[in-house]
C-alpha cells in the first residue's frame, strides 16, 4: 500500500503565499507521475499542476505563473509553491501520484491524498 500525506494548507490573505508537500510512503518502486490538483465546493475537480520524469511540467492556466511545483526523487516528496495567492484558488488540493507497484510485468497504479485545504480570504 502507499500512503500520501499533504501539508501545508491554511488561511491566507490575497497576495499571499503558501507551499503545499506530500510526502509519499509505502510499498513501491518508483514514482513517474506527481501531481496537485483542487477542488473547489461545487466546481468540478482541476488539475493544477504536474510534474514527470521526461516530461515538460504542467500548470493550469490559472495558476501559470504564480505556482511551482517541485519534486524530490530522493526522499519521494512533491511541493507546489504558491505565490500571489487569489480567493479563487480557495479549494482543497490533493496531492496525486502515479507509482511503479510492479516491475515484472510492469504495472503502475494511481494514489491519492486526503486533501489539505487552502482558503485564501481578508
Known amino acids: 500500500q502507499v500512503q500520501l500525506v499533504e501539508s501545508g494548507g491554511g488561511l491566507v490573505q490575497p497576495g499571499g503565499s503558501l507551499t503545499l508537500s506530500c510526502a509519499v510512503s509505502?510499498?513501491?518502486?518508483?514514482?513517474?507521475?506527481m501531481a496537485w490538483y483542487r477542488q473547489a465546493p461545487g466546481k468540478q475537480r482541476e488539475k493544477v499542476a504536474a510534474?514527470?520524469?521526461?516530461?515538460?511540467?504542467h500548470y493550469a492556466d490559472s495558476v501559470k505563473g504564480r505556482f511551482t511545483i517541485s519534486r524530490d526523487n530522493a526522499n519521494n516528496t512533491v511541493s507546489l509553491q504558491m505565490n500571489n495567492l487569489k480567493a479563487e484558488d480557495t479549494a482543497v488540493y490533493h496531492c496525486?501520484?502515479?507509482?511503479?507497484?510492479?516491475?515484472?510485468?510492469?504495472?503502475?497504479?494511481?494514489?491519492w491524498g486526503q486533501g489539505t485545504q487552502v482558503t485564501v480570504s481578508s
Open positions: 496525486n501520484v502515479n507509482a511503479v507497484v510492479q516491475q515484472v510485468p510492469l504495472r503502475y497504479k494511481d494514489f
Open positions: 510534474i514527470s520524469i521526461g516530461r515538460p511540467t
Open positions: 509505502g510499498s513501491f518502486f518508483s514514482l513517474y507521475d
